[in-house]
């Protein structure tokens, strides 16, 4: 079981552009963002989350041939990752990109789960796909 204190959505405390995981756990959607400025790689933000909450997952090589968590596991279905502009003040978060990591880019539909379970912000799609890094 999830721990229960962990959130649907990890919000930033600071507008700004984030990096981004979207998952599925349990058939829960969750939306996980880097935390802090620091700069991450969107496998160690999904490794973070599975260890945090003691969900096993075996691991792959990345195109550079560093280990990264399976995408897929028993109890997680990753959905996409990329990046995400968000305006804490107005509860505004536009969601582009594509993870260089794992090739994958964001999830329409995972944000249409997500949006009925964030009352109060605003989740949109912005235009562009470039790799990140």
């Known amino acids: 079981m999830i721990n229960t204190e962990t959130q649907v959505v ?3 405390e600071e507008s700004g552009t984030y990096k981004v995981v979207q998952l599925d756990v349990d058939g829960q959607p ?3 963002f880097q935390p802090g400025k620091d700069r991450e790689y969107h496998s160690s933000i999904l ?3 599975l260890t945090d909450n003691k969900i096993d997952f075996r691991e792959t090589l990345e195109p550079l041939g560093a280990p990264i968590p399976e995408l897929k596991g ?3 279905t990753v959905r996409g990752m990329g990046k995400e502009r968000v305006d804490v003040g ?4 536009a969601f582009s990109g594509v993870s260089a990591d794992y090739e994958i880019g964001i999830n ?3 944000l249409d789960s997500l949006r009925p379970l ?3 912000w605003g989740i949109d799609r912005e235009q562009g796909s470039g790799r990140l890094r």
């Open 47 to 49: 490794r973070t989350f």
């Open 10 to 12: 990890n919000w930033p």
């Open 74 to 76: 028993e109890r997680y």
């Open 30 to 32: 969750y939306l996980r």
């Open 118 to 120: 964030v009352p109060g």
């Open 108 to 110: 329409e539909a995972h």
């Open 90 to 93: 107005q509860k505004i978060a």
